[in-house]
């Protein structure tokens, strides 16, 4: 296994890391918890990005100092780049799949980390919105880490539970206390960054959540799975929950795939290969725009591990940027 991929796949582990500490049913330090850990989280797979586009070459995550030497942590290993550092420079390459409502909702939980570390914030409002950026912050997760890695997640209950009985947030009225005013400025940081992010892209800095109680139609309702199998009982998803496995229309897909491959061109060749892998009912399905009218026009969406099948076609984009270092390629990077 490369290095890269091998530091992917244990960044995914802080991502389960930070749902499972944050759906504990009693803990105290749920938000602060969850934004060191999903940090954690993002730093290792930005880094393996960097790796992969860079040919596994570790001495290219080194942070330099004025004499072009790496600087050194107080064990004497090489400091590598931040996460800032990693998500500005990979926000500014148009071909990395990085964008900007990805990078902002990162930059958000920068912030919620260093102020979480450096202080205690016991605010309701806080909470609140730490529950939508985080919420944010693991969809984009899941979509990064499948289109640069084609990390299979399915095995992961990926979600961050708003639901509870006494969700303090979910009543929040006029009567509450004044904010401190550190946590105002935060807040205030936080919105700020949503707001500047509102359009079509399909990540986003915030995710808003409501809940809400039904009342369940059959008392023997059980869990299930999406089958093929014929004699499967019949269960009845609404368009949404359908669509959820399928995020990407086909401009998704062919942008993604333009950033991805070096030799990709939009041509014959490419609506070939697609129509062949679209005959896969797992990986594409058809939906008509209306589902109340069958006669609707129809829309073509793809499930994101079709990528891996276009791997077979085209030819991955490597970047490769020599850097002057001492000889250490035998460390590991070391977190700065």
């Known amino acids: 296994m490369s290095l890269s991929r091998d530091i992917a796949e244990k960044s995914v582990q802080a991502a389960v890391a930070s749902i499972e500490i944050y759906n504990k049913p009693d803990f105290s330090f749920r938000e602060e918890a969850f934004?060191?850990?999903?940090?954690?989280?993002?730093?290792?797979?930005?880094?393996?990005?960097?790796?992969?586009?860079?040919?596994?070459?570790i001495t290219t995550l080194y942070d330099l100092g004025n004499d072009g030497r790496p600087r050194l942590s107080r064990s004497g290993n090489p400091c590598t780049h931040s996460l800032g550092y990693l998500a500005a420079k990979l926000v500014e390459d148009k071909n990395s799949g990085f964008d900007k409502p990805t990078h902002d909702n990162v930059i958000a939980l920068i912030e919620i980390r260093d102020n979480s570390a450096h202080f205690i914030h016991k605010d309701l409002h806080l909470g609140r919105v730490v529950l939508e950026i985080g919420t944010a912050s693991l969809q984009?997760?899941?979509q990064v880490a499948g289109e640069w890695f084609q990390i299979d997640l399915s095995c992961y209950n990926f979600f961050l539970m708003p639901l509870s009985f006494y969700h303090g947030f979910e009543a929040i009225?006029?009567?509450?206390?004044?904010?401190?005013?550190?946590?105002q400025r935060l807040v205030e940081y936080?919105?700020?960054?949503?707001?500047?992010?509102?359009?079509?892209?399909?990540?986003?800095?915030?995710?808003?959540?409501?809940?809400?109680?039904?009342?369940?139609?059959?008392?023997?309702?059980?869990?299930?799975?999406?089958?093929?199998?014929?004699?499967?009982?019949?269960?009845?998803?609404?368009?949404e929950d359908i669509l959820k496995n399928y995020p990407l229309t086909y401009r998704d897909l062919t942008n993604q795939l333009r950033r991805r491959y070096k030799d990709f061109i939009e041509n014959r060749d490419y609506h070939r290969i697609r129509q062949k892998i679209e005959k896969v009912k797992k990986l594409s399905i058809i939906r008509t725009l209306d589902p109340r009218n069958p006669k609707s026009a129809?829309?073509?969406?793809?499930?994101?591990?079709?990528?891996?099948?276009?791997?077979?076609?085209?030819?991955?984009?490597?970047?490769?940027?020599?850097?002057?270092?001492?000889?250490?390629?035998?460390?590991t990077p070391a977190s700065q």
């Open 298 to 331: 129809k829309q073509r969406f793809y499930n994101s591990n079709i990528i891996q099948e276009f791997d077979k076609h085209y030819k991955r984009r490597k970047k490769v940027e020599p850097v002057a270092t001492p000889d250490r390629r035998e460390m």
């Open 173 to 183: 009225t006029t009567s509450v206390s004044p904010q401190p005013v550190q946590v």
């Open 35 to 57: 934004s060191l850990l999903m940090t954690n989280a993002w730093e290792p797979l930005l880094k393996a990005k960097w790796l992969a586009d860079h040919n596994d070459e």
């Open 190 to 239: 936080l919105i700020s960054l949503e707001n500047q992010n509102e359009g079509e892209s399909t990540r986003h800095v915030a995710i808003r959540l409501h809940t809400r109680f039904v009342r369940s139609r059959d008392d023997s309702a059980i869990a299930f799975k999406w089958t093929d199998d014929p004699a499967a009982p019949a269960v009845r998803l609404a368009e």
């Open 140 to 142: 984009n997760y899941l």
